[in-house]
T-cell receptor, first 113, second 111 residues
């Protein structure tokens, strides 16, 4: 069955530390891959996306993600976390028509001063 | 600025009552979506529409209905048949560049 897994429900990091949020998917083919961020009580904002080509993609707010086909992963990274990055992060995957987009359960990020 | 407007931000429903959530976009996107968000469950697709006057059920369509009479508008009605409607509802659209644009959501509570 098609699925998206974010293994970490909640992560706490210190401000200025590096961050990596994990995402694994199970699909029959390589899907389109996305990361979204959600602040409390708000909608989701697209951070970055991967369709094809260079497996390291740059997004907004200093985030990047790396697609690893062999591991079926699309992990999100940031070299130095800011307090404003505290939010919930969702990984999502979709096949060709985007009407089958599946979201992970989310990872809540807390940033310590 | 182009975007998606959802209203109201908060909505309260009595038992047995139908309520309608509004979703309007000025992005000229063809495809629009409704998702339900519950804590710890991510987003689940309720309905989607790829073109005016056409829509398809998603994974959890029971107890919900939609219409798509205009390209800009995709309202969602939560009917009395939906037994557990308390949730955060998100509307989204998608353009040619890929990736969803989301509205700011409606929080529905049963009172």
């Amino acid at each position: 069955a098609q699925s998206v897994t974010q293994p970490d429900i909640h992560i706490t990091v210190s401000e200025g530390a590096s961050l990596e949020l994990r995402c694994n998917y199970s699909y029959g083919a390589t899907p389109y891959l996305f990361w979204y961020v959600q602040s409390p009580g708000q909608g989701l904002q697209l951070l970055l996306k991967y369709f094809s080509g260079d497996t390291l993609v740059q997004g907004i707010k200093g985030f990047e993600a790396e697609f690893k086909r062999s591991q079926s992963s699309f992990n999100l990274r940031k070299p130095s976390v800011h307090w404003s990055d505290a939010a919930e992060y969702f990984c999502a995957v979709a096949l060709y028509n985007n009407n089958d987009m599946r979201f992970g359960a989310g990872t809540r990020l807390t940033v310590k001063p | 600025d182009g975007g998606i407007t959802q209203s109201p931000k908060y909505l309260f429903r009595k038992e047995g009552q139908n309520v309608t959530l509004s979703c309007e976009q000025n992005l000229n996107h063809d495809a629009m979506y409704w998702y339900r968000q519950d804590p710890g469950q991510g987003l689940r697709l309720i309905y989607y529409s790829q073109i005016v006057n056409d829509f398809q059920k998603g994974d959890i369509a029971e107890g919900y209905s939609v219409s798509r009479e205009k390209k800009e508008s995709f309202p969602l009605t939560v009917t009395s048949a939906q037994k557990n409607p308390t949730a955060f509802y998100l509307c989204a659209s998608i353009g040619a560049e890929g990736g969803y644009t989301f509205g700011s959501g409606t929080r529905l509570t049963v009172v």
